[in-house]
């Protein structure tokens, strides 16, 4: 592969402020409920794609290392949609470039395959628009389709049965309201259960999860209110709620989906005694152990150098608002 025949595109991960758990269809990545992300800086995915004439079959470099199985598959499905909609029928050479932790709540497949439906999009000469952009993400991984936003993003559930109303947008102009996301690292392991297992058997099986349908439509509200007024607090709050609406459905299923370690229970206590001492901080666990806080700029040296100090935390990164996808 001649290397200046790729089509890069680089990505940043989001981490999600109000959950999405659910799908309504699971073939094309339709969710339950709309979710709220924010795309941050530190995590992102680079991708590189090129028709591949001299190959018979795509081929697949991550960090490096050739990819095959499960993760090699859930590509390959995923090109077979831009091959689809580009008419191009050739298989493709992929280098992909991860800085997002995998599989342990980084959220590494929402960088992973905004990144790959901008680059691959590019290469198969589908001219696609953000919003067409962030369709055809969301058949990778749901929340792909936030982080083909920079700032605060909406994904909007939707109501159509072929996903055409099923997309994220950006919330809030860049710049306008920002916050530090601290990063928190209690665990490298990849989680048991994915987040596509987890959600399949939380519909199926949590005699709560009604419960949570019912309950996030408000939540979204709220938070969208807080965050067009740069409310941390009321945003802190709500999502937090949130946060442990998600867990305690899924910890109600059959059999149980616990994500959690002691590492996750500790941070999320030193947030309590950080909080009762007068702080604004808010943490929030996706699927997986790992912990991102909230907090304001002004006590992210602070807060980071403190949460450094618990035992169980591996690293702390500090994270700002993120842009989204770009050609590079
Ligand atoms: O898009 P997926 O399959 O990575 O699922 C994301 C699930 C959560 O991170 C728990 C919530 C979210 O909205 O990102």
Redo the contacts with the bound molecule.
Sequence with gaps: MIASELKWAKANT???L????GKRDEEL?LPMNS?I?LTLDAFHTQTGVAINKESEKDVFILDGKEVQGKAYDRVVKFMNLIRRQSGIYEPAYIESINTVPISS?F?S??SGFAALAAAGSKAYELDLDLKQLSILARQG????S?SIYGGFVM?NKGQCDDGSDSYSEDLLTPGLFNISVLSILVSHETKAI???MG?SLTVKTSPFYKGWLDSVDKDIEQVKLAISSRDLETLGIVMEHNTLK?HATMMSTRPPIIYWNEGTMAVIQGVTEMRNKGYLVYFTV??GANVKVLCLPEDEAVLSEFFRTIPAVKKVTVCHQGDGVVYC
């Design positions: 989001n981490i999600a109000i959950k999405y758990w990545f979710s992300s709540g959220a497949s929402a991984s749901g929340s792909a936030r994904w994915s987040s596509t959600m998600m996706d699927a």
